[in-house]
């Protein structure tokens, strides 16, 4: 039985999203993207990925 994975290393973040570490790392002192730390690990919620990402989705209308 596989589960999902609650959380995210900033390498597999970036492996995910194409993002360099310095962009995650702007993102999250910005607060733009909360990470948590644990043990001096930092890591992304896939729960908060996934908001970050659907707020930077930009939707065109047709002319």
Not at 26 to 48: D, F, M, S, W
Request: glycine share 4%; charged share 25%; with cysteine.
């Amino acid at each position: 039985m596989e589960t999902t994975p609650l959380t995210l290393s900033l390498k597999e973040t970036c492996l995910k999203t194409g993002l360099s570490r310095t962009t995650l790392w702007r993102l999250a002192k910005a607060g733009q993207l909360p990470v948590v730390k644990i043990r001096g690990r930092v890591l992304v919620r896939v729960e908060a990925l996934d908001a970050f990402l659907q707020s930077q989705e930009v939707r065109h209308e047709a002319a």
